[in-house]
């Protein structure tokens, strides 16, 4: 399906060569927010984000549900999908959607890899903030897919932990993971 009707301007660095500016459509109500872009090793790229309805993508897309497990969202939250799109080389055909449910949680914010840039695509993780009380550990989530579209293609999480986190904390989302596949994260409230 070609992306239409939603302006995106993404800067794309190639493993070598010059950035490159380019600009593609997609959505249907202006209001589909991406995030995050990462080209995986077979080429293809993951472009995190959310949505209040996922209609502009064509029926025929696969769509992958994904587990909220513990993670939890307060009531206040926008009525959103938070999703991965996996989109062919040239950024201009959706190839599948994994998705959490509707108001689950508010977006996807950060997709991260544990190889080392330039060898294969390892294990993938993702981020994204969510909405709760400090007693239900709000502000946002990392989690694991259960595979990272090149052996594979994920059916779901592997695992999902919800991270307390207030202000800059969870706006920022402060965590990173190793090629171990070990994650570090920072959890609380500014200057805490």
């Known amino acids: 399906m070609k992306m239409k009707r939603f302006l995106l301007l993404l800067l794309l660095i190639p493993f070598f060569g010059n950035a490159q500016n380019k600009v593609f459509y997609a959505g249907n109500s202006s209001n589909e927010c991406f995030n995050d872009v990462v080209q995986l090793s077979n080429g293809t790229w993951l472009v995190g984000g959310s949505a209040d309805n ?65 060898t294969a695509t390892a294990d993938i993780f993702i981020s994204g903030i969510t909405t709760d009380t400090r007693a239900n550990n ?29 202000g800059d904390v969870r706006t920022n989302q402060p965590w990173d993971v190793g090629s171990d596949g070990k994650v570090l994260f920072v959890s609380g409230q500014n200057h805490g």
């Open 138 to 166: 709000g502000g946002y989530y990392i989690a694991k897919l259960n595979n990272n579209f090149v052996n594979g293609i994920p059916t779901d999480v592997a695992w999902i932990v919800p991270v307390w986190a207030e």
């Open 54 to 118: 996922l209609d502009w993508i064509d029926g025929t897309i696969q769509r992958i549900p994904l587990s909220v497990g513990l993670v939890k969202n307060g009531t206040t939250v926008d009525n959103k999908y938070a999703f991965v799109l996996q989109l062919s080389p040239d950024l201009q055909t959706i190839l599948k959607v994994l998705h959490f449910p509707q108001k689950a949680v508010d977006n996807v914010r950060f997709i991260k890899t544990s190889n080392v840039p330039g």
